[in-house]
């Protein structure tokens, strides 16, 4: 016996093929041919044989939503027509569409086959799956009765069906395509919700009172294979010769049939693939809201709702709520009509149930009827009771229906003193919202609106007063200036209890880089106030807060902990707030200078360490901030640069975040005064921070050096190689020269730039700004005894001497007061060559020399070098290489020669080189090649240069155009 078993798919795995399972071993041919044929018409099937599998997973919460029930088009429709399914009633029945608002729970939840969710009299058909922005649109049609059509495709938006290789080419019309592939259909049995709110369901292959539409949608052909069969092209039937019908025409139409006939396939198959290959489960991120579908009888006069859910049972009249649907859709037209429903409105509302609250109140929200609201109409009491409402979603939609209104009149503005009565803080914040709405350029409702704040405020049971003051910022935040510098001098926060005094800080701290009135508050009230207590307060919130690294933070931390001992366990429990942004201070008059002398020892450490969390906004043109006074940014006006450099310099020891405060700020000619200031007059370690901070600072460093003084400018220089290249040095006495300078550049302008790029000039570098050495020469027997001393180092450092050498040129040339000109030149050209003399000596030594020939044209890239040495390369290969040998360098200390004499050499004039002076001399290494070059011809000097790896190098052009490039390069 054989015994065939459909296979059932699980809830969330469709689109099996049914599996035969054979209770015996198939033992005939007879047997074997009746499984093929049960297989083949079970892939015949329109559907797949499926049932209904008992789950072990629980209902969700859910509850009734209320104002797409009011208000969305498809709640009570004829039928509901989408791409794949068209869904309609039975015969003296119709469709009433629930909207449910699902609450994920801790586990996978499965709206099944059978819902908790009763309808008295009706049926439940099917789910179907609609994402909030979509409901969102569907809003726009309000009013909807019966005898509509509603067109909802299973697609996202409520536009007309489109052919599914339309929606493709049309791309996603919303966030939900690119989560579901087009035409995917939105009707299922059963739905499951995961924890973190997605909504998955599986492809259905039949519905109740629901059929297929009769097009090719991609989604229909996966449901209806049958239909995809019956769109593959037949073969082309067999063609015979006839008539005027010659072989080569019939050769021909044979062709073209085959041709078509291999186009449609491949156009078939292409169709097939891409219906094969179509997903049967789906799934939503969320959020998506989720639609109970029930058939209920064409006589049913009131909706009545079971369920094990929030909010049920209900129970309401169709023709109530069709009645509050046409009231919705008003638009605000009020007339006898709407007058007269507001009775049975009442009546609605007294059966105190929570939807039936909620459908009253966002019908008259949407009716637009607030603003003819008069005290104490019939209106106007319908508003008290939905204010009274236990509900509290009742409650906030109209009371944010009233603080929206763009226009309140006498009517609205006492509903909302009436909801401010209430004990509830939130009511109490709404309409305190509502208050703050309006013209602020009246000074008398400035002043109230202030009043009232002040009043939450100080409110124990009132609000947080973070979000009060959100809701201020929020108010008055694109006001003019003159509304913003009232509010922030006349909110108060003495009267606030400990715990709102935190908040409030806590959050004005957390604000004041982001909006001009926090920042006003902050200096004003909190850093301004008399009470030293809040101002302590204020600044250990700031202290605490963070704006960086943690690193800047724990620092902070232990830089108080090492001055006033460790924390108390009330500070220690201080909860860390995140910065944005750092708060501006704008001008010298700011609360938090008087903190940072503060004669307070415990605020003057917290306003040090809190400082990193302010800076200076500057001049800032896109207008993030306002200036707290007129014209306080004004080059002319006390500058906050100036006044943080007093307060630093009257500390002992000089407080470090001074220098690391002056490094973020934006002015920075400003900035640097300030640090150069820090740099003379701070102590050792706040100098040398100072000094370290303007290498690299990219700040205009020189002008602020032109303005100082002779004596000034020297004590910068020197400072800065103290502390920041490790040594003093001597040549910075340049500086003492006057900022007209002498040669290309001026010097101050010219050292200041290095320092600022990060490179301060080495020792041999300040000849650079000169023309050359008679300008230093000239230098070099000043009056001024820093400017001499610096001119004679310039130049020994530059011929390569050391600091042995400076020390004995000064004292030389500090003898040389009275010389002439000539007699100084010939007095450097001695030391001069003493010095070359000097290094030759530290390079005796054995050297390889090597002649490179090369060709004609090439380039020289070896002139002579200054003593520091720049690595160079010549720019092609030498067409020919010689060792001519190894020799000795030597050296005395006053003249120099190569071993035996084999080449006579000398020193150089001006320059650290070794001449050859007649190169024809070279012949003496008996390399018979060298006579091939004709040395005898060349009459220049060659000079050989020092380089960095220790060779020494020069070149000459021989006669013919080649170049000889000569070589000695030191031997291990």
Known sequence: MIRLIASV????????????????????????????????????????????????????????????LLQHAGVLPDRINTAAWLVEPNVGRRLLALP?????????????????????????????????????????????????????????GYDAPQPARQQRQRGARDQGDDQLPPGAPRFARRVTIQPDGRVQWRLERSLPNAVLQDSQELYILRIRPDRLREMQPDRPGRMEAGGNVNRAELAQRRREAQRTFLEEQRAFNQLRTEVMNLPDEFELEGPARVWAIYEIADTTREINITGDQPSLPWAIGLSDLEALRSFAGAGGRRGGTERSMIEPLHRIVESDHPLSSRLVAYAVVNAGVINDIEPHDAMYNLFQTLLSSDDQITRRTVLTALIESPRPGSGALSLMRHASAQADPEMKLMSLRGIL?????????????????????????????????????????????????????????????????????????????????????????????ANPNIVEQTLEVIAAAATGAPWVREAAERGIAALFGPPDVEQAETETIDLTRRIPIHNANHAMFRSLNSGHERVRALAWQSLGNFEFAGDDRRGRFRPAQRGSDDRDAPSPYSELVDAAL???????????????QPDGQRAAAAMLRLLVEADEAAASQAARALVGSNWPLGETLASMSADERVQVGQLIYEHAVGQASIVAGLLAMDSSGRGRNNLPQWFGQRVAEGSPPMPGEWTEPFRNEDDLLELAISSDSNLAAGAVAALVYAAGGDDIAVQEQVDRFGEMSDAGRTE????????????????????????????????????????????????????????????????????????????????????????????????????????????ELSLENVREPLDLAPQPDGSWVGSVTLRDGRRLELRMEPVE
Do not use: C, K
């Open 650 to 664: 009257s500390q002992s020891p000089t407080p470090p975040q001074a220098v690391t405060f002056l490094q973020r």
């Open 9 to 68: 798919a699980s809830p969330m795995r469709v689109g099996l093929r049914p599996r035969i399972a054979f209770a015996d071993r198939p033992a005939s041919a007879t047997a074997r041919l009746v499984i093929a044929l049960a297989a083949m018409l079970a892939w015949a099937l329109p559907f797949s044989v499926q049932a209904d599998e008992p789950s072990d997973a629980s209902e969700p919460t859910f509850e009734l939503d209320a104002e797409p």
């Open 437 to 529: 709405q309006g013209d602020l350029r009246d000074t008398n409702r400035l002043s109230q609106m202030v009043e009232a704040t002040n009043e939450v405020l100080a409110d124990r049971d009132g609000p947080d007063p973070a979000l009060v003051l959100a809701e201020l910022i929020e108010a008055v935040s694109d006001q003019r200036e003159e509304a913003i510098v009232y509010v922030s001098s006349n909110l108060s926060f003495d009267r606030l209890s400990s715990d709102r005094l935190t908040s409030a800080v806590r959050y004005i701290v957390t604000s004041a880089g982001e909006h001009p009135l926090a920042a006003g508050w902050l200096d004003r009230q909190l850093l301004g106030n």
């Open 824 to 931: 100084l030149q010939s007095a450097w050209d001695s030391a001069r060559q003493d010095i070359y003399a000097r290094r030759l000596a530290e390079s005796e030594g054995s050297y390889r020399v090597v002649a490179l020939i090369h060709a004609r044209g090439s380039r020289n890239d070896y002139d002579v070098m200054s003593p520091d040495g720049r690595p160079t390369q010549s720019d092609r290969e030498p067409v020919a290489r010689l060792t001519l040998g190894v020799v000795d360098l030597q050296a005395d200390g006053r003249s120099i020669s190569l071993s035996n004499d084999i080449v006579p050499v000398t020193l150089a004039d001006r320059e650290l080189a070794i001449r050859i002076e007649r190169v024809h001399a070279l012949q003496g290494f008996r390399d018979e090649s060298l006579a």
């Open 100 to 156: 449910l608002i699902i609450t994920p729970s801790d586990d996978e939840a499965e709206l099944g086959t059978s819902p908790s969710l009763s309808v008295r009299g009706g049926r439940f058909l099917m789910w179907m799956i609609e994402p909030v922005d979509a409901a969102d649109e569907s809003r726009r049609g309000r009013g909807a009765g019966r005898n509509q059509m509603v067109d909802m495709p299973d697609g996202y």
